[in-house]
């Protein structure tokens, strides 16, 4: 299985600030035959099912808030939110879809400082 | 509108089978360009695939719940279901069902989760 490693556990960034969240694959999900990274990022709030909100590691769901992006390729990929707003107190999951079994990130918790 | 949502029995005893449906509108299930994906999540925890269904019946499921998985589905009622054998309490979470884009893709639609406890 492919083991996905966030950091950091939790993060606390100001209103309005930057926050950014990393994930590690043990193995690659660059699939070299259309050079794309099998990586997406999730958002789960409070009682609720996670939310799609990137694809392809860098791809915006629609309807997701361009102050979220995504970055990265092969092993290394950051989850990074512009400007922090109330809502986006949550926890995030990176997951890769490379391969079966499909495996997640232990999950961020990012809170308001 | 793509919507999921899960049922079942709330309360599973030890040893027996956990049994779940997860309703589907707005697409159907024997469309050729999804896979139907059981998920589940220990309370206060991570988020572990357990497996999908494809509209074929083909399957494919985490080794790590060693034989103990079925999903299959009901096109009829466009529906699909997991069975879950053999229980303990480390089985007890929240049981999401969803949809993801081909048998390797990300789940774009989730339903809201049905907790499962493991209890005598």
């Known amino acids: 299985d492919i083991v996905m490693t966030q950091s950091p556990d939790s993060l606390a960034v100001s209103l309005g600030e930057r926050a950014t969240i990393n994930c590690k694959s043990s193995q690659s999900v660059l699939y070299r035959s259309d050079n794309k990274n099998y990586l997406a990022w999730y958002q789960q709030k409070l009682g609720q099912p996670p939310k799609l909100l990137i694809y392809?590691?860098?791809t915006r769901e629609s309807g997701v808030p361009d102050r979220f992006s995504g970055s990265g390729s092969g092993t290394h990929f950051t989850l990074t939110i512009s400007s922090l707003q109330a809502e986006d107190v949550a926890v995030y999951y990176c997951?890769?879809?490379?391969?079966?079994?499909?495996?997640f990130g232990q999950g961020t918790k990012l809170e308001i400082k | 509108q793509v919507q999921l949502q899960e049922s079942g029995p709330g309360l599973v005893k030890p040893s027996e089978t956990l049994s779940l449906t997860c309703t589907v509108s707005?697409?159907?299930?024997?469309?050729?360009?999804?896979?139907w994906t059981w998920i589940r999540q220990p309370p206060g925890k991570g988020l572990e695939w357990i497996g999908h269904?494809?509209?074929?019946?083909?399957?494919d499921y985490n080794p790590s719940l060693k034989g103990r998985v079925t999903i299959s589905l009901d096109t009829s009622n466009n529906q699909f279901s997991l069975k879950l054998s053999s229980v303990t309490a480390a089985d007890t979470a929240i049981y999401y069902c969803?949809?993801?884009?081909?048998?390797?893709?990300?789940?774009?639609?989730w339903g809201q989760g049905t907790l499962v406890t493991v209890s005598s």
């Open positions: 392809w590691a860098s």
């Open positions: 269904v494809y509209f074929t019946g083909s399957t």
């Open positions: 969803a949809r993801n884009k081909g048998r390797s893709g990300f789940f774009d639609y």
């Open positions: 707005g697409v159907s299930v024997s469309s050729g360009s999804f896979y």
């Open positions: 997951q890769q879809y490379y391969s079966t079994p499909q495996t």
